[in-house]
């Protein structure tokens, strides 16, 4: 990767904690009880209260009770089993989707750009050559298949907006624009594969495990027989330029959407979930 898209990936970064440090400001806009009047203490202060408060408990006797709330509460979030089962299985799709999703594009950056600077030498680790080649059946396999997983996700949740019985309920209860910029990672990903399947004459016994990719590489190929492999060349550098910047926008996008509540919501579920736990321990 080119050092400018470096640059480019440090700067939305930059932006999406800025986006994430002003909605933090925003919501502690509110109040808090042990503080009485809001207006007597800073948002900024209600924030160090907060952040003195988890580290207090972060690193006392009840860091397993921690440990419980983020298991129970963030990373599978129980509670809204519970409550409402078909949200949470359209939360469960989208949310553990794009988490494996990110970790493996992280990991296989990381084989392929930080890997080979640091000395490593191909046929050294498996897992690593694994992850560093997109050809790969096992990465390409467990790409698409959460590709898969993610759609599922985004087509139910549009199901579970138009069937509300007022449109004003629908908009209330997901996050459209989210919901097409997600789409649009999705269908821009597999433009790029395809494209690239065409433009690298991948051999159809490889290319058959991104089966997502490669489905929609035939495809075009029966439409546009007579593209040449320079042109599918411009095609998937193309798309893969489109799909980059969507990642990019839907990254600053992320604090403003409804799924920032996947990290605020989480951390305010495991202070109110630990507190609860604490006191019943305390009874």
């Known amino acids: ?97 794009l988490l494996l999703l990110f970790i493996l594009s992280i990991l296989s950056g990381i084989a392929v750009e930080f890997a080979p600077a640091l000395g490593y030498q191909t046929g050294s680790n498996w897992f690593i050559d694994m992850l560093a080649d997109m050809d790969n059946k096992w990465t390409a396999l467990l790409n698409d298949s959460l590709n898969l997983v993610i759609l599922a996700g985004v087509i139910l949740a549009l199901i579970k907006g138009f069937i509300q019985k007022k449109k004003i309920k629908m908009f209330e209860s997901i996050d459209v624009f989210l919901i097409c910029f997600i789409g649009f990672i999705l269908i821009s990903g597999w433009f790029t594969e395809a494209s690239r399947y065409l433009a690298e004459q991948t051999p159809p016994h490889i290319a058959k495990f991104g089966f997502l990719g490669y489905r929609l590489s035939v495809l075009l190929k029966l439409i546009f027989p007579s593209l040449s492999l320079q042109s599918w060349h411009a095609w998937d550098r193309t798309w893969w330029h489109i799909h980059v910047i969507t990642v990019w926008l839907s990254f600053l996008y992320i604090p403003f959407s409804k799924l920032s509540h996947i990290i605020f919501s989480s951390i305010a579920g495991s202070v109110n979930s630990l507190e609860k736990r604490l006191l019943i321990k305390e009874r």
Do not use: C
Not at 51 to 74: E, M, T
């Open 1 to 97: 990767m080119q050092i400018h898209y470096w640059v480019i990936h440090i700067l939305i970064i930059f932006g999406l904690i800025g986006g994430l440090i002003f909605k933090t400001a925003t919501i502690f806009e509110g109040s808090i009880s042990r503080f009485g009047d809001r207006k007597t203490v800073s948002k900024w202060g209600k924030f160090w209260h907060y952040i003195g408060r988890f580290f207090g408990n972060f690193f006392s006797k009840k860091f397993w009770y921690i440990l419980l709330a983020v298991f129970l509460d963030v990373l599978f979030h129980f509670r809204l089993l519970r409550q409402k089962p078909f949200k949470w299985f359209v939360h469960t799709l989208m949310f553990w989707g």
